[in-house]
């Protein structure tokens, strides 16, 4: 195992779930696609750094180095930083031994027991921001048609390009990738999955996989094999 790793939920309105773990070994494995963002706090060989990770458009590789300790909190969708261009990069931000500076503030570093109070009080200081109709479309909270009838067509690009870097339909082919891949690793056929994740063919399925996941289907499927899973450990946004 290269990555030990354990999560929990978080109480905070910005944030899905808030990460810790250490590396064991060097190593690199593929990254997936990803439509939230991170902070990531690293530490190694004495030094503490601090890292705006994503979102990620299609997936590439990541390195690993052993010995690091790593606080992740992800994001979820619809919440920015208003200041800062996040798509497809990778921020080392100024820090000292025990803080970083962000939009012209020193803030110290948060620890996994107080992930979501870090947060609230970036959002409060007006460093973090929301945007509920990111949300609100995807999750299908009202009727996407009447949502559009609603607010122009443009207007909603606007929102979702300053929230996320990325456009509606880019956000649900990762879904979709996403969930194609648990039906696979759950024991589902590639035919199967190519009709229940709406694809239109298996070569359509596999190209999908290729350029969000990483990895075809076949590679998906052989990965429940316990000796070959460690191949397929993305916990980690970033470990470089």
């Known amino acids: 195992m290269i990555i030990l790793s354990e999560e929990r939920p978080s109480d905070s309105p910005y944030v899905e779930i808030v990460m810790h773990g250490h590396t064991v070994l060097d190593g690199s494995t593929i990254r997936p696609a990803e439509t939230c963002w991170h902070m990531v706090i690293r530490k190694l060989n004495g030094k503490t750094d601090f890292l705006v990770v994503g979102?990620?458009?299609?997936?590439?590789?990541?390195?690993?180095t052993e010995g690091a300790e790593l606080l992740w909190i992800k994001f979820k969708l619809g919440t920015f930083l208003p200041t800062k261009h996040l798509l497809d990069t990778e921020t080392i931000l100024p820090a000292s031994k025990r803080s970083f500076r962000l939009d012209g503030s020193t803030w110290q570093f948060p620890d996994y027991e107080?992930?979501?109070?870090?947060?609230?009080?970036?959002?409060r200081a007006g460093v973090l921001a929301y945007d509920p109709i990111v949300n609100a479309l995807l999750q299908n909270h009202q009727d996407p048609q009447n949502h559009q009838e609603e607010i122009p067509s443009r207007t909603l690009r606007h929102h979702f390009k300053r929230s996320t870097g990325l456009s509606a339909s880019h956000i649900r082919q990762i879904k979709r990738a996403q969930h194609a891949q648990t039906l696979l690793q759950q024991g589902a056929s590639i035919l199967d999955t190519v009709d229940e994740a709406g694809y239109f063919d298996q070569p359509h399925l596999t190209r999908s996989l290729k350029q969000f996941i990483g990895y075809t289907p076949a590679q998906i499927i052989r990965s429940r094999q316990p000796e070959l899973a460690i191949r397929y450990n993305t916990t980690s946004p970033s470990l470089r």
């Not at 979102?55 to 690993?64: L, N």
């Not at 107080?114 to 959002?123: G, H, K, Y």
């Open 55 to 64: 979102p990620w458009t299609s997936a590439g590789v990541i390195s690993y």
């Open 114 to 123: 107080n992930a979501d109070t870090f947060v609230n009080r970036l959002a």
